[in-house]
């Protein structure tokens, strides 16, 4: 039993070390080329500084009280974003998946919504709610709306039916329904459309801060892409790539998690 335990773990340990290494190399070629053609000219010009200019100019971004004033707006943002398209995502969700017919009706519509840019929503969000920190919420809660509706519909409709009726056969209330069947069952299903639904989320804010702000990671970049100080535009944009990455990793986390509790 022992010299099997140590086997498993052997064997899973190997393709982590060699996905590791895989990853190391990647990115250290990528590095490489961005440095080449950076000293070269050779793709975009100078539209493309070499990384040995853009990782300076990201370490003076770190250390400016003024970067983080425009990243505690773009994080206020993405998380009012993120909750007001999370909790009706997830409340619509249950309705559709519970009422089979329903949410057959609405599924066209959800799909039609879901898979539009999100960005031409910009103009009807700025008439109702403003050009100001409103706009770029909206935008980002729109955005995470769709893919924890779809989410939840697909994770209800997985549900096994004899959890349902045993959950009716104790006469619970929907909301023990929701809490005692639903939700536990959704934890998967849940964790994932909320790792998609933050990564649609960050999009729509800079989007909205791109095109209409005076303050956020976005404005930033659109600044400096403006002054033609591509080293410090590149310099937020792997920033933000970078943040985005560790909330993907944080999530993908989470989903290793429910995947081992089910």
């Not at 050779?42 to 040995?52: C, H, I, W, Y």
């Not at 969700?93 to 539009?116: E, F, N």
């Not at 809490?179 to 999009?203: D, H, S």
Request: aromatic share 8%; glycine share 12%.
């Amino acid at each position: 039993m022992a010299a099997a335990g140590v086997m498993r773990a052997d064997a899973n340990a190997a393709p982590r070390t060699g996905t590791g290494t895989i990853r190391l190399a990647t990115l250290a070629g990528i590095a490489l080329l961005w440095e080449a053609f950076g000293q070269t000219g050779f793709v975009f010009g100078e539209a493309l500084p070499p990384l040995s200019a853009v990782l300076p100019a990201a370490a003076r971004e770190l250390v400016g009280l003024s970067f983080y004033r425009h990243l505690g707006v773009t994080l206020g943002e993405v998380a009012a974003g993120l909750v007001l398209g999370v909790i009706p995502g997830i409340a619509i969700g249950l309705a559709l998946g519970a009422r089979r017919i329903l949410g057959a009706a609405a599924d066209p519509y959800i799909a039609a919504l879901a898979t539009t840019p999100k960005i031409v929503f910009l103009p009807i969000v700025m008439l109702a709610v403003g050009v100001g920190p409103g706009s770029k919420v909206a935008l980002g809660a729109i955005s995470a709306f769709f893919p924890l509706v779809i989410a939840t519909v697909a994770g209800m409709r997985a549900i096994p039916a004899v959890y349902v009726r045993v959950g009716r056969a104790f006469k619970l209330a929907p909301p023990q329904m929701v809490r005692m069947v639903y939700l536990p069952a959704l934890a998967l299903p849940l964790v994932t459309g909320l790792r998609l639904g933050l990564g649609v989320c960050i999009i729509g804010v800079l989007l909205g801060e791109i095109k209409f702000a005076k303050a956020g990671l976005g404005f930033l970049a659109e600044d400096y892409y403006g002054q033609y100080r591509f080293a410090e535009l590149y310099a937020i944009v792997a920033i933000i790539f970078v943040l985005a990455a560790l909330a993907n990793w944080t999530m993908s986390r989470l989903v290793r998690r429910a995947e081992a509790h089910r």
